[in-house]
C-alpha cells in the first residue's frame, strides 16, 4: 500500500497497533469538540502558488531563539511514543531529521537520552506544576542535556478525561515505562490559586536558565495581544489551535 495522505498512514496505523492504543493516539479529550474543529480549520488551509518566481535556489530555514532550523516545520509534543515504536521518542528525534523537536512531559524516554540521539534543536513541553521544585529541577535537567526552550503549557489547569462514551477504556501499557523523574499526574492537579498571573509569569522558570520560554495556550486574538505584551525577553507564545 503506498501511502500518500494522512488519511493513508492512518489506514496503515490501525491495522498495525493495537486497538486500546490506536484510540488514545486518534482521540481527544472529552466530547472531542476542539479535536473535530482542528480537522476542520485543516481541511480549510489552502496552499497559495507562486508563478514565475526564481527557483534556482531553495531554502526553507528559519531562524528561532538563534537556532537555525532547516524547516519552519517542528514535532508537537506528544505523549508516549513507545507505545508505538519500541524506541520511542528517540526514534522520533533521529527522524527529525533536523527539524524542531518538542518533548513531551509524558515522554516515554528520559530526556538525556533523547537529546543524545537527537538531529536538531530540542525543546521541553511542561505543565505549570504545583511542586514549583520538580518544575525547577525538569527545567534543569532540560538545560543540562541541551535543550533550547521550555515550552509552558498554561491552559491545562486539570487533567481531563482523555475519550468520548464507547471508545475503550485506556490504560498505560506495562511496557512503556515513561521517565519515572517526570511527574506523576497527581501533580498536575492544580488549584485557581496555583493558576493565578501564570500567563507573563515566567520569571520563576526563567531563573533555572532555559534560553527561551514559549507559552503555549489556546486564545482568542485580544488575549494572545495581552500575553505578547506580558512576555518578558526570551519568551514567545505558542499557539496550538
Not at 216 to 233: D, I, K
Request: glycine share 8%.
Amino acid at each position: 500500500m503506498r501511502l500518500l495522505t494522512a488519511a493513508d498512514f492512518a489506514v496503515a496505523g490501525r491495522k498495525r497497533i493495537d486497538p486500546i492504543v490506536w484510540d488514545f493516539v486518534e482521540g481527544g479529550a472529552g466530547s472531542e469538540i476542539t479535536l473535530e474543529a482542528n480537522r476542520r480549520m485543516f481541511d480549510n488551509l489552502e496552499i497559495e502558488p507562486r508563478a514565475l518566481v526564481d527557483v534556482s535556489t531553495c531554502d526553507t530555514k528559519s531562524r528561532i531563539f538563534d537556532a537555525t532550523l532547516p524547516t519552519p516545520i517542528g514535532i508537537a509534543p506528544t505523549a508516549y511514543h513507545r507505545m508505538v515504536w519500541d524506541e520511542g521518542e528517540i526514534a522520533t528525534a533521529q527522524g527529525a531529521n533536523g527539524a524542531l523537536f518538542i518533548v513531551s512531559i509524558f515522554a516515554s524516554c528520559t530526556l538525556e537520552d533523547i537529546a543524545h540521539h537527537a538531529t536538531g534543536p530540542l525543546w521541553l513541553q511542561l505543565y505549570w506544576l504545583q511542586q514549583r521544585e520538580v518544575l525547577s529541577e525538569l527545567v534543569k535537567r532540560a538545560s543540562t542535556a541541551g535543550y533550547q526552550a521550555i515550552v509552558l503549557t498554561v491552559d491545562a489547569p486539570r487533567i481531563v478525561v482523555q475519550f468520548v462514551s464507547g471508545k475503550q477504556t485506556w490504560l498505560l501499557p506495562p511496557s512503556v515505562a515513561f521517565d519515572e523523574a517526570l511527574v506523576p499526574r497527581t501533580q498536575l492537579r492544580g488549584d485557581r490559586a496555583a493558576w493565578q498571573g501564570v500567563v507573563g509569569a515566567g520569571a520563576g522558570v526563567h531563573r533555572a536558565d532555559p534560553a527561551g520560554i514559549v507559552q503555549s495556550a489556546r486564545l482568542r486574538p485580544e488575549r494572545a495581544f495581552g500575553a505578547v505584551r506580558g512576555c518578558r525577553q526570551g519568551c514567545a507564545l505558542h499557539l496550538p489551535n
